[in-house]
Nanobody, 116 residues
């Protein structure tokens, strides 16, 4: 069982990144998926979530209008498109797959750094 995030990196303020969360070893298409982020010394913060079939999504206020979560269940992958990035978006971004009554899974994280 794996959740593997990728797509992080260094970007200038105002730039864009697309994060990917690729799953294997479990019925990913039946899981709700969330993106979280964490800065050292602070609690993990929810960024966005998407339903198992992709029909519903929600966002933290800090992400609304700038980030878009999507999924491709044929590829067992969830994406987080991040536009108009700000220095305060700098964090390690994690994906989390959850389903009621089942084991939930975390990825290992990918670093996003927004800096000029």
């Amino acid at each position: 069982v794996q959740l593997v995030e990728s797509g992080g990196g260094l970007v200038q303020p105002g730039g864009s990144l697309r994060l990917s969360c690729a799953a294997s070893g479990f019925a990913f298409s039946t899981y709700y998926v969330k993106w979280y982020r964490q800065v050292p010394g602070r609690d993990r913060e929810l960024v966005a979530g998407i339903s198992s079939n992709g029909g519903a999504s929600d966002y933290a206020d800090s992400a609304k209008g700038r980030f878009t979560i999507s999924r491709d269940n044929a590829k067992n992958t969830v994406y987080l498109q991040m536009n108009s990035l700000k220095p305060e978006d700098t964090a390690v971004y994690y994906c989390y797959a959850l389903r009621l009554g089942r084991v939930n899974y975390w990825g290992q994280g990918t670093q996003v750094t927004v800096s000029s």
